[in-house]
């Protein structure tokens, strides 16, 4: 893209503090933003060729939403750690096999999107994230839910199209996860903890497209119990 055009992009920035630049065929970061460090709020490259990622993106310290949805990134930064003030991450639709050990310093996010990307195993830097509500990693490679996901306090897990076969069952022990979809993966029913049923704050539990009927859940120990929240809460919001 011209110079002229990343300019006038670069000026509405200047007054708005939000900078777009989405589907263009970049294939690296514009570095001719770091000029706004100090005052961005809100970033979205998306729909672009991006690589990598420069370490100047931990300048960008009152950023609240960054958007680098169906990029070509393989890794981040460490210095993405120094984004204090993010609220919003999307990486949906990358490459990336793993998150950086600072990922957990993002104190202030809330919502995590990783959907369609190569992680294999589940990020244990989110459960260092005391604001995190909804996460989404869905359509990647997790092979299981380890006992440290006990720390999760997302709201909110979608680990749907994944190749989980293991669920700990420390995860009914997270203290504020109301929606776990873990559709279309690899569980047979015996993997099921009761505990996400009996003992959990879970009052959605997705399991469609696994190894086994839904109407086999019905048997399981607990499922009453289950079924009293995921009531109680359908009532609250209808």
């Known amino acids: 893209m011209g110079n002229s055009a990343l300019k006038a992009h670069l000026e509405t920035a200047q007054k708005t503090g939000v ?15 770091q000029r706004l460090a100090s005052s961005l709020r809100t970033m979205d490259l998306s729909g672009n060729k991006i690589e990598t990622l420069p370490s100047v993106i931990g300048h960008f310290t009152t950023l609240k939403s960054l958007n680098l949805n169906s990029n070509k990134l393989a890794v981040l930064p460490e210095d993405v750690g120094k984004l204090k003030k993010l609220e919003a991450l999307h990486l949906n639709s990358n490459s990336l096999r793993q998150l950086p050990s600072s990922f957990g310093q993002l104190a202030a996010l809330k919502t995590l999107n990783l959907s369609g990307n190569q992680l294999r195993e589940f990020p244990l830097q989110l459960c260092h994230l005391r604001h995190l509500d909804v996460v989404d990693l869905s359509k990647n490679r997790i092979q299981r839910l380890p006992d440290e996901v006990e720390q999760l306090q997302a709201i909110e897990l979608n680990v749907n199209q994944n190749q989980i ?61 289950y079924m009293d929240r995921f009531t109680a809460t359908k009532k609250k919001f209808s």
Do not use: W
Request: proline fraction near 4%; include cysteine.
């Open 19 to 33: 900078f777009q630049l989405t589907g263009k065929g970049l294939n690296e970061f514009p570095m001719d933003l």
């Open 165 to 225: 076969s293991q669920i700990s069952s420390h995860i009914a022990r997270c203290p504020r996860l109301k929606v776990l979809r873990i559709e279309e993966n690899c569980l047979e029913i015996s993997m099921i903890p009761v505990s996400i049923l009996a003992d959990s704050q879970i009052a959605l539990l997705a399991v469609e497209g696994n190894l086994f009927e839904i109407k086999n859940l019905r048997d399981l120990e607990g499922y009453d119990k």
